[in-house]
C-alpha cells in the first residue's frame, strides 16, 4: 500500500524568506504525484501535479515541485513566501488508474509578515 | 458556479442520531468520494464510488453507507453518530479511471464540519 510522509509538521518563515516542504511516499510503481493547500477555513485546492514527463512541475501562485524517483520524493517549493501563503499543505499519491488518494499528514506554513 | 458543492456546512448534533451530509458535482466527473479529516488535519478516504463499484475502505464502520442518487451526486448518511465521527467530511470528484491510464486530478468539496455532542 502506498503512503506518504512529511515530515515538517509546522513550519514558520518570515515574508519573502524561501520555501521547502518535504514529500517521501512508498510505492514502488508509477505514481501519480499532488500538492493541495488549505487555507484556514477554505476547502484543498490542488497546487500542482505530476503524472509524467519534466520532473519539476509548476504550479499556481509561484509554486513548483521537484519529482526525484530515485529517492522517492516531490518536494514543494517557492522562493518567496507571501503572508497569504499561510495554510495548511497535503503531499498526496495515487497510482495511474487507481481512485484513491493517499494523503500525508500535511504541514502548516506560517509567514509572519 | 461551484464545481463541487456539500451542504450542510456545519452540522451539530447529538450522539446516537442519523445524519446525512449532501454532495454534488457539476463537473460531469464519473467517480466521487469521500474523505474524512480528523482534528489533526489528517485526511482518510472513506468511499469511493462510480457508476460501477463502490470501493470501502475497511477501516469505516457501517454505521456510514454512501447513496448515490445519480451520477452527480454521493450522499453520506451516517447512523448512531458517536463522538469519535466529529470531524471534517470532504467530498470529491474526478474522472472515471481507466485501468493503466493516467491518474486524475480530485476536486474538492468545501467541506461539512460535523459535531457530535
Known amino acids: 500500500a502506498q503512503s506518504v510522509s512529511q515530515h515538517n509538521h509546522h513550519v514558520i518563515l518570515s515574508e519573502a524568506a524561501s520555501l521547502e516542504l518535504g514529500c517521501n511516499y512508498s510505492y514502488g510503481g508509477t505514481v501519480n504525484l499532488f500538492w493541495y493547500v488549505q487555507y484556514p477555513g477554505q476547502h484543498l485546492q490542488l497546487l500542482l501535479k505530476y503524472f509524467s514527463g519534466d520532473p519539476l512541475v509548476k504550479g499556481i501562485k509561484g509554486f513548483e515541485a521537484e519529482f526525484i524517483k530515485s529517492k522517492f520524493s516531490f518536494n514543494l517549493r517557492k522562493p518567496s513566501v507571501q503572508w497569504s501563503d499561510t495554510a495548511e499543505y497535503f503531499c498526496?499519491?495515487?497510482?495511474?488508474?487507481?481512485?484513491?488518494?493517499?494523503f500525508g499528514t500535511g504541514t502548516r506554513l506560517t509567514v509572519i509578515p | 458556479d461551484t464545481a463541487v458543492s456539500q451542504t450542510p456546512k456545519y452540522l451539530v448534533t447529538q450522539m446516537g442520531n442519523d445524519k446525512s451530509i449532501k454532495c454534488e458535482q457539476n463537473l460531469g466527473h464519473d467517480t466521487m468520494y469521500w474523505y474524512k479529516q480528523d482534528s489533526k488535519k489528517f485526511l482518510k478516504i472513506m468511499f469511493s464510488y462510480n457508476n460501477k463499484e463502490l470501493i470501502i475502505n475497511e477501516t469505516v464502520p457501517n454505521r456510514f453507507s454512501p447513496k448515490s442518487p445519480d451520477k452527480a451526486h454521493l450522499n453520506l448518511h451516517i447512523n448512531s453518530l458517536e463522538l469519535g465521527d466529529s470531524a471534517v467530511y470532504f467530498c470529491?470528484?474526478?474522472?472515471?479511471?481507466?485501468?493503466?491510464?493516467?491518474?486524475?486530478?480530485?476536486?474538492f468539496g468545501p467541506g461539512t464540519r460535523l459535531t457530535v455532542l
Open positions: 470529491a470528484s474526478s474522472q472515471d479511471q481507466l485501468a493503466g491510464g493516467p491518474g486524475d486530478t480530485q476536486y
Open positions: 498526496a499519491v495515487t497510482s495511474p488508474g487507481a481512485n484513491n488518494l493517499f
